[in-house]
């Protein structure tokens, strides 16, 4: 049995470039959900290179820089101490980021701490309502594109925000959170 061996970028005397060299890259930083490993699959699904890194990764040893984030979600409150924190450069990639449930908390904790212990923990399944975009917004329905406007997800938190940050655009919603 024989085994190509890569050290240092290098197979058999053949300089081999890392993915997101040759492919535009979405960054998923794990916060701990049980959904990052199939968030980070289903856009190589679609297409969409991506790597999973956990949410502790520092942006400074990163030798590429992604063309969006996705903040997963996580079993943690953003109050609880010793709670996971992004490097605060993410936010100053200029490049879109995605919240989801912790990484939503995680990102409104960052832009002025609007973040509530909710009053009903929301586990289970839930009704969604995608709110949709006109003019310079417009933009962000692509994200739901062949969606219906109303649809059944799972949810699991018990933290919500109490307000979106300024410049921040909702995307969707339930009754537990607006």
């Known amino acids: 049995m024989a085994v190509d061996a890569q050290v240092n970028g290098v197979a058999n005397g053949t300089s081999v470039n890392e993915p997101h060299q040759s492919f535009d890259t979405i960054l998923v930083l794990d916060f701990g959900s049980q959904y990052s490993h199939l968030i980070t699959r289903r856009l190589r699904e679609i297409n969409v290179y991506s790597e999973m890194l956990p949410c502790t990764q520092k942006l400074a040893e990163l030798s590429w820089k992604p063309i969006g ?19 605060p450069g993410v936010f100053d990639l200029g490049v879109p980021i995605l919240g989801i449930c912790y990484g939503l908390q995680e990102m409104a904790w960052h832009f002025g701490k609007t973040v509530l212990a ?4 929301e586990y289970g399944h839930a009704a969604l309502k995608i709110e949709r975009h006109t003019g310079k917004e417009a933009h962000i329905d692509t994200l739901f594109e062949g969606i219906e406007d109303d649809i059944e997800v799972w949810m699991s938190h018990g933290d919500k925000l109490s307000k979106l940050p300024d410049n921040f655009e909702p995307i969707a919603s339930t009754k537990n959170a607006p």
């Open 118 to 121: 909710g009053e009903k923990r």
């Open 69 to 87: 984030v996705i903040l997963s979600g996580g079993p943690y409150s953003v109050y609880e101490e010793g709670a996971p924190h992004v490097d």
